[in-house]
């Protein structure tokens, strides 16, 4: 996937936007603080996930930190990449958008609905709790519904 792909399917206001790779897990390390050094406190991002063979992710519309807690962040959305093109799955719960800790990668929704590293292991987990809506015409649920997976690749696109 690349980013010109999913800018088109973002908010109006952003796909204008040129996107530009800010953190890669191949390159830049697989952990939480690595995460962190490169995506912290820089605007909006794209969060491409590779995984069982899957390509799935989310739009954060608000800054990611360390400091621990929910973000509200309204307009952002999961989504889960098929061959029949892009499904979304939006924001039913704004205040609830993004958890940030230190101890995790990415974090979406309450409960996690979809939570990289938690608490600084190599526990990755889908968990649609009801933060983001499941999309009724998607006939296969996100990422297969896989509670736990292994995570390939993670790529963090942020835009100029």
Not at 7 to 33: E, F, K, N
Not at 79 to 84: G, T
Not at 104 to 126: R, S
């Amino acid at each position: 996937i690349n980013a010109e792909y999913m800018g088109v399917h973002l908010p109006a206001g952003l796909q204008m936007c040129q996107w530009t790779l800010l953190y890669d897990s191949r390159i830049d390390g697989a952990t939480p603080s690595a995460f962190h050094q490169a995506i912290d406190n820089k605007g909006p991002t794209i969060v491409v996930l590779s995984a069982d063979q899957q390509t799935f992710g989310g739009f954060a519309s608000a800054d990611w930190h360390s400091a621990g807690g929910y973000r509200p962040a309204p307009g952002s959305f999961l989504f889960f990449i098929q061959d029949q093109g892009l499904d979304m799955f939006p924001l039913s719960s704004p205040g609830h958008a993004m958890y940030c800790a230190a101890d995790k990668g990415p974090a979406f929704g309450g409960g996690h609905d979809l939570c990289i590293w938690d608490t600084g292991g190599a526990v990755c987990y889908t968990n649609l709790t009801g933060t983001y809506y499941s999309n009724p015409k998607n006939s296969t649920p996100f990422c297969n519904s896989k509670l736990k997976f292994t995570l390939s690749q993670m790529q963090v696109f942020g835009h100029q």
